[in-house]
């Protein structure tokens, strides 16, 4: 019979907690809350034997990994070393193994739970100020990712076919549910690069949980289908997406509603996908009514002059055609939150060796990457900002610089210590620089090494023969 053996519990999870400026009476505080982390721990039944290696602890060490530049099994194993010397514990073993079999025994569904609990949770408490005339949006984008050539990776996540076999890495394909007020993950589903149901819209379809009546979703033309559309508003989910090439547009038909905004009506594909099952096809409306509008950018730079964006918003007099041009803009927003996801946390290449790890790893990226959007929050609610206003590095590097003195601080010093953790973000804001125009081209040259165009056995055997 398995127990949760541990000798300070709430200790160990206020400095999960403390890490990302996380404490009672602060703004936003309730979003890890040290109960919600107990509740999580015990429903996904994270416990075992171990004195020193518990459940809190290893989390709280997998999530300072994935913050830290280094990213190493042995720096985190260090600085769970000096954290328990600093509280007068017995330290743990400086060898690596005991961690890594730590991670393995943490259910895949702890990471996941809290990743989205701490996402939607301060999606729901965004200000008014925050939201979209009032109402919510949630951006969907997809991208890619890769991992160790193991062979277990390679059998879950299989390489691209046009890479040889031995040279080429796994690759996973995985679509993010953004909040567009505050920037968190609310959702997310990882899967496979190639194969039949392996791209975007496969996996978002395993996603519309995520969305609520009332919700806008606001994506690129990948997700402009009927299917996807139609089953959105099925759940009284409004869309905004920009129109695939293959849908002309002819704007002298329809319902005109102003110049190069109007109401069509798309009929239902007679033909059923394999993929649907026909008591969902036979609920789907045999007509769409959704509505065009045209979009000219007259920026210099820009590679998209003119563009049609297809909604499910009809009332022209609610949302005029300039409200949907700006909103579709800041779909870009997506594509900035996945690079701080890819470049600024290191998602871009996964570290774990077999696919169980790596789908830990992933959802622990999307756990601190929200923790870090909470702190941003926190930020913009007290010196009068909007979230998106603040610099995502600036404050995962005043979280890296400040880490030590939060985890130590006093619940009397703790808030002043966040208080320089938000002034320190809050001074480094995102500048507003409109259709700013950079080329797509790097100045400094990368190192003159040959390619590694066959496995690397191989490439060592030849090496040594050429000696």
């Not at 769409?288 to 563009?307: H, Q």
């Not at 996945?338 to 790893?361: F, N, Q, W």
Request: hydrophobic share 40%; with cysteine; net charge positive.
């Amino acid at each position: 019979m398995r127990h949760f053996n541990n000798s300070s519990p709430s200790r160990q999870i206020d400095s999960l907690r403390r890490q990302f400026a996380q404490a009672d009476g602060l703004p936003f505080a309730d979003v890890l809350s040290a109960d919600a982390i107990a509740s999580a721990l015990q429903a996904e039944q994270a416990s075992w034997r171990q004195k020193i290696l518990t459940p809190a602890r290893t989390l709280w060490a997998f999530l300072s990994q994935v913050l830290d530049r280094d990213g190493s099994c042995r720096a985190a194993v260090a600085r769970l070393m000096a954290w328990l010397v600093s509280q007068g514990a017995a330290p743990c073993s400086p060898e690596t193994d005991p961690y890594c079999k730590a991670r393995q025994r943490l259910p895949e569904g702890l990471p996941r739970r809290l990743a989205r609990q701490t996402g939607r949770q301060l999606h729901q408490q965004a200000p008014p100020g925050w939201l979209w005339q009032g109402r919510r949006v949630k951006v969907v984008d997809g991208s890619t990712l890769s991992m160790p050539d193991t062979p277990q990776n390679q059998q879950a996540y299989p390489q691209s076919r046009s890479q040889k076999p031995g040279v080429g890495f796994p690759i996973a394909r995985f679509v993010v549910v953004l909040c567009l007020a505050c920037g968190t993950a609310l959702d997310a589903a990882l899967g496979r690069y190639r194969g039949k149901q392996t791209g975007e819209n496969a996996l978002l379809r395993t996603l519309h949980d995520a969305f609520e009546k009332d919700d806008v979703v606001l994506a690129d033309r990948y997700y402009s289908g009927y299917w996807d559309i139609a089953l959105l508003r099925q759940r009284g989910v409004d869309v905004v997406v920009r129109k695939h090439q293959l849908r002309a547009s002819d704007f002298r038909t329809g319902q005109r509603l102003g110049p190069y905004d109007h109401v069509v009506v798309w009929t239902k594909p007679k033909q059923k996908p394999a993929w649907m099952k026909a008591a969902t096809y036979r609920a789907l409306p045999a007509q769409l009514a959704v509505r065009e509008v045209r979009v000219r950018v007259g920026v210099p730079g820009f590679r998209t002059k003119v563009l049609d964006v297809v909604t499910t918003l009809l009332d022209a007099g609610a949302v005029s055609r300039a409200a949907l041009a700006d909103l579709y803009r800041a779909r870009w927003h997506a594509e900035l939150d996945l690079r701080s996801l890819k470049i600024a946390l290191g998602m871009d290449v996964l570290r774990c060796k077999s696919p169980a790890m790596i789908r830990k790893e992933f959802w622990m990226h999307l756990l601190a990457y929200n923790l870090i959007r909470t702190v941003m929050a926190q930020a913009a609610s007290q010196l009068d900002l909007r979230p998106r206003e603040i610099s995502f590095t600036a404050t995962v590097q005043a979280l890296r610089a400040f880490a030590v003195y939060l985890e130590m601080a006093s619940d009397h010093g703790l808030s002043l210590w966040c208080e320089f953790v938000w002034l320190f973000s809050a001074q480094h804001q995102v500048m507003n620089r409109p259709d700013r125009v950079e080329p797509r081209a790097r100045k400094r040259r990368p190192k003159s090494y040959p390619l590694l165009n066959k496995p690397r056995a191989q490439a060592r055997t030849y090496s040594k023969a050429k000696t």
